[in-house]
């Protein structure tokens, strides 16, 4: 069965600092990786997907890695901004119907 | 513009009433999903249906059901006999053969008073 795991719950950054959002899961059987952004009350929005065969894929100042053989991926925020602060969950399939969801990381980019 | 549109964004219900909630997608994908998010937690999947006419139970399927008449819709019908109806339900949906990446619309809050 997936797990999904995001580390740290909750960070609090000043602006412009550089951070690393984790995530881990249980199967590394995986064809792809999706990384999402939810703003307070509204739905998911995909930041970036990596597919099985990919290391990496970058998006202005986001880039994701993915590291199948130790279960983890990385979301880089390079020189945060206020408006970049939001829950990152991350999603890994499962069964080839279900993507599996880490509870999320609360990001707060302070002024 | 492509997507896919929830509705209604919050919804009020009484308990004992079944309440519809819809899901529309633009999108022309094959497959869409129900999940359910409660704070703190990740998201946890209701149904889902990768084809027209055919759907398939997730993780929490107890008290919910749905239908697929047609490719662009996949309303979630919450019953009765669901005991703890108060959460955010988030309509997504996907094209199977492709990347596998998940759309997500804005998400209904439903609340049981």
């Known amino acids: 069965k997936q797990e999904v795991t995001q580390i740290p719950a909750a960070l609090s950054v000043p602006e412009g600092e550089n951070l690393v959002l984790n995530c881990s899961f249980t199967d590394s059987a995986i064809y792809n990786l999706q990384w999402f952004r939810q703003d307070p009350g509204k739905g998911l929005t995909s930041l970036l997907l990596?597919?099985?065969?990919?290391r990496e894929q970058t998006s202005g100042r986001l880039n994701a890695s993915l590291d199948k053989s130790s279960g983890r991926s990385t979301l880089y925020i390079a020189a945060s901004q206020p408006g970049d602060s939001a829950t990152y969950l991350c999603?890994?399939?499962?069964?080839?119907?279900?993507?599996?969801f880490g509870a999320g990381t609360r990001l707060t980019v302070k002024p | 513009d492509g997507g896919i549109t929830q509705s209604p964004k919050y919804l009020f219900r009484k308990e004992g009433q079944n309440v519809t909630l819809s899901c529309e997608q633009n999108?022309?994908?094959?497959?869409m999903y129900w999940y359910r998010q409660d704070p703190g937690q990740g998201l946890r999947l209701i149904y889902y249906s990768q084809i027209v006419n055919d759907f398939q139970k997730g993780d929490i399927a107890e008290g919910y059901s749905v239908s697929r008449e047609k490719k662009e819709s996949f309303p979630l019908t919450v019953t009765s006999a669901q005991k703890n109806p108060t959460a955010f339900y988030l309509c997504a949906s996907s094209i199977p053969s492709g990347t596998g990446e998940l759309f997500f619309g804005e998400g209904s809050r439903l609340t049981v008073l």
């Open positions: 990596i597919q099985s065969s990919q």
């Open positions: 999108l022309n994908h094959d497959a």
């Open positions: 999603a890994a399939p499962y069964n080839n119907n279900d993507m599996r």
